[in-house]
């Protein structure tokens, strides 16, 4: 008797196998890539990309995307040097006020798409415009500095087990990343999150106040925005204005990659780990083989383009 799978669980499982294909090629490619410090390196670059790609799960599968995480990452960022070097705050507050400025611009996206009744690609594009705009008026274009609070790099770099050297930032992405699990499947949050996705209209009939609900999710999604920049942030030892361009693209693939349907209504935040994982491999051994950056990009476009691709596949068998 042949056991149905649904196609999300085929597609994580997919995904699984592609990371652990490309673990072994690239291993086998260079005796460099399975180092200790590698296998960190990978993990840490992970985490910011990763950390963004579980807040634009929240979106994409109410069937809606976010064009501003990158550049809103970005803003987080610098709003996080000017509240700890400008104004001098303590660090602990600074990087709370960070991370819920996150959560305030995507409340202005949720606000745009709910209220405004933009397309959330239009609404998004020009909240990454205002984001990335602001992010170089209120540094004036210019680098903000935590030289004068060492302790801020420890967020991301340090590590809280002794012995074990894996940043403090690798626990912080498995944190959201658990976070983001019981807030998508244990709660009502989650519950209107998918219910959104299938069936927008079906949902606001039976009683639902939608528009409260997308504005709460772009909210959750900006939360994420904000953690992801704090980790930047804090990893870099500054804020960098001009960062932040591209990131958007790359956590949209993980999450497409790992199953999550840009239709709406599908997708898991295990899915979406470990589309992460296998945008850091592949952009860390196409690195470790020495294949030139512009070639990377080339190699990183095709991948986007094959995970939509085997999207549009799914929905059509469905």
Same mark, same amino acid.
């Given at each position: 008797?042949?056991?149905?799978?649904?196609?999300?669980?085929?597609?994580?499982?997919?995904?699984?196998?592609?990371?652990?294909?490309?673990?072994?090629?690239?291993?086998?490619?260079?005796?460099?890539?399975?180092?200790?410090?590698?296998?960190?390196?990978?993990?840490?670059?992970?985490?910011?990309?990763?950390?963004?790609?579980?807040?634009?799960?929240?979106?994409?599968?109410?069937?809606?995307?976010?064009?501003?995480?990158?550049?809103?990452?970005?803003?987080?960022?610098?709003?996080?040097?000017?509240?700890?070097?400008?104004?001098?705050?303590?660090?602990?507050?600074?990087?709370?006020?960070?991370?819920?400025?996150?959560?305030? %611009? !995507?409340?202005?996206? +949720?606000? $745009?798409?709910?209220? /405004?009744?933009?397309?959330?690609?239009? @609404?998004?594009? =020009?909240?990454?415009?205002?984001?990335?705009?602001?992010?170089?008026?209120?540094?004036?274009?210019?680098?903000?500095?935590?030289?004068?609070?060492?302790?801020?790099?420890?967020?991301?770099?340090?590590?809280?087990?002794?012995?074990?050297?894996?940043?403090?930032?690798?626990?912080?992405?498995?944190?959201?990343?658990?976070?983001?699990?019981?807030?998508?499947?244990?709660?009502?949050?989650?519950?209107?999150?998918?219910?959104?996705?299938?069936?927008?209209?079906?949902?606001?009939?039976?009683?639902?106040?939608?528009?409260?609900?997308?504005?709460?999710?772009?909210?959750? %999604? !900006?939360?994420?925005? +904000?953690? $992801?920049?704090?980790? /930047?942030?804090?990893?870099?030892?500054? @804020?960098?204005? =001009?960062?932040?361009?591209?990131?958007?693209?790359?956590?949209?693939?993980?999450?497409?990659?790992?199953?999550?349907?840009?239709?709406?209504?599908?997708?898991?935040?295990?899915?979406?780990?470990?589309?992460?994982?296998?945008?850091?491999?592949?952009?860390?051994?196409?690195?470790?083989?020495?294949?030139?950056?512009?070639?990377?990009?080339?190699?990183?476009?095709?991948?986007?383009?094959?995970?939509?691709?085997?999207?549009?596949?799914?929905?059509?068998?469905?």
């Amino acid at each position: 008797m042949r056991l149905p799978i649904r196609s999300g669980a085929l597609q994580q499982v997919l995904a699984f196998a592609s990371l652990i294909v490309l673990i072994l090629f690239f291993s086998l490619a260079s005796p460099n890539f399975f180092q200790f410090s590698n296998i960190v390196g990978i993990l840490l670059s992970t985490s910011v990309i990763g950390i963004l790609a579980l807040g634009v799960t929240f979106v994409i599968i109410t069937g809606g995307i976010d064009l501003s995480v990158g550049t809103a990452m970005t803003l987080c960022s610098v709003m996080t040097g000017v509240f700890i070097t400008f104004w001098g705050f303590p660090t602990p507050l600074g990087v709370v006020l960070g991370i819920l400025f996150g959560a305030f %611009a !995507g409340f202005l996206s +949720g606000l $745009a798409v709910a209220k /405004m009744k933009i397309p959330p690609f239009i @609404a998004t594009l =020009a909240v990454m415009m205002i984001a990335k705009g602001l992010a170089l008026v209120i540094s004036g274009t210019k680098p903000i500095y935590f030289s004068d609070t060492p302790e801020f790099s420890q967020i991301a770099l340090g590590t809280i087990i002794p012995g074990l050297a894996i940043p403090n930032a690798v626990w912080i992405f498995l944190i959201m990343a658990i976070f983001g699990y019981i807030v998508l499947s244990k709660t009502v949050i989650g519950r209107y999150t998918f219910a959104l996705g299938s069936n927008e209209e079906a949902t606001r009939l039976s009683g639902v106040n939608v528009n409260r609900w997308k504005i709460i999710i772009y909210s959750i %999604a !900006g939360l994420f925005t +904000g953690v $992801a920049g704090v980790l /930047m942030a804090s990893r870099l030892n500054s @804020a960098q204005p =001009a960062l932040g361009l591209g990131y958007e693209l790359e956590a949209i693939a993980a999450v497409v990659i790992g199953g999550t349907s840009l239709s709406g209504g599908k997708g898991t935040m295990i899915g979406t780990v470990i589309g992460a994982l296998i945008m850091s491999v592949l952009t860390n051994g196409l690195r470790i083989l020495s294949v030139p950056q512009e070639w990377q990009t080339v190699v990183v476009g095709i991948v986007i383009i094959l995970a939509v691709y085997a999207d549009i596949l799914r929905r059509q068998k469905a």
